[in-house]
């Protein structure tokens, strides 16, 4: 596995100014649902980055009168508004919601509609296209196709995720063992964000992070020592430690989820079809890294040899980075 950690190297000098600046990203939520014609309620809840809500606000067409004043509610995660409005008896069809400052951020919205004749839509809001326009209904394909998607990008632009998973392909030997530690870090985290997502566990996110970022500090040292030719436990039955620390990732991978406050309705659809999308984006990340690694080893790349140890390093000091930024944030809620 000589050859991945050259590609580890070669990613973690592309990716390190983004890596250091992480978040887990989460998104927001959008549902307007119809409660009398042409009466909606209207629940927008955006995430908590970093311990302050994201800056985006919810702008509805003119004309909207709001039949009793907004409800906003301040959580440790997220900031919630509500709002019933008017919307005359045209209703919201063909309408643009905007979402000013969304195009600032890398946050994706999810957008539920529910009208009274029975149609439903499920859609996603890009930064590239902060708005959206209420449409008619679609199939079960297309909602559960919107979840993979963001089940993909949940995991994709979810750095710390991807660091320890590219932690453990540099500590296993040979393709058998890493195909048992994947393996394990996906029934482990599927176990815990089927758990959180359904409701039966959950824990605080400010906490999980910084428990995240510590399973990636934790890796480092056993990367180097995996180096020197040294043994442990974690580099004798990596998938033990994969497992044990998938649980964990599970949590965070649940925030993307429960935090968006989907309609229990629409819950095992949701689950199902974003942890599907979480698992193709890891294993295109996986099979990305074997490429690279194999081709690297076709060209016949000679690389000095201290290059090989810098990947320990780099994910070893990113994890501490991690763990003292979001072990701040933690002691910043307690006050």
Do not use: C
């Amino acid at each position: 596995m000589a050859y991945v950690r050259i590609v580890a190297l070669v990613l973690a000098m592309v990716f390190a100014p983004v890596l250091a600046h992480a978040h887990e990203t989460r998104p927001a939520y959008l549902r307007i649902q119809e409660i009398a014609p042409g009466r909606f309620s209207v629940l927008w809840r955006t995430p908590a980055i970093g311990g302050q809500p994201l800056s985006v606000v919810l702008q509805l067409p003119d004309g909207m009168t709001n039949l009793k004043p907004p409800l906003v509610q301040t959580l440790a995660d997220s900031r919630v508004e509500r709002r019933w409005i008017d919307a005359g008896p045209a209703g919201l069809a063909g309408q643009r919601i905007e979402l000013l400052g969304l195009q600032y951020t890398i946050t994706d919205v999810l957008v539920r509609v529910e009208l009274l004749d029975g149609r439903s839509w499920t859609s996603i809001v890009r930064p590239a296209r902060p708005w959206v326009e209420i449409a008619a209904s679609q199939s079960s394909w297309q909602v559960a196709w919107t979840y993979v998607v963001e089940g993909i990008r949940h995991i994709l632009f979810g750095p710390d995720h991807l660091l320890f998973v590219l932690g453990l392909m540099l500590i296993v030997q040979g393709r058998m063992m890493l195909l048992k530690t994947i393996t394990a870090f996906t029934a482990a985290h599927s176990i815990t964000l089927a758990m959180a997502t359904l409701g039966y566990a959950s824990l605080p996110l400010p906490p999980l992070e910084a428990g995240i970022a510590l399973s990636i500090l934790f890796l480092g040292p056993e990367i180097i020592r995996r180096e020197r030719g040294e043994t442990s436990l974690t580099i004798r039955y990596p998938w033990v430690i994969a497992f044990l620390f998938g649980l964990l990732h599970g949590f965070g991978f649940a925030s993307g989820l429960s935090l968006a406050g989907i309609p229990r309705a629409d819950i095992p659809v949701a689950l199902l079809f974003f942890n599907v999308g979480v698992e193709l984006g890891q294993l295109v990340f996986v099979f990305t890294a074997l490429a690279l690694a194999t081709s690297f080893r076709a060209l016949n790349v000679r690389w000095p040899r201290w290059a090989t140890a810098v990947p320990g390093y780099v994910v070893g000091s990113l994890g501490a980075f991690w763990v003292i930024q979001r072990t701040v944030i933690v002691l910043g809620a307690l006050r």
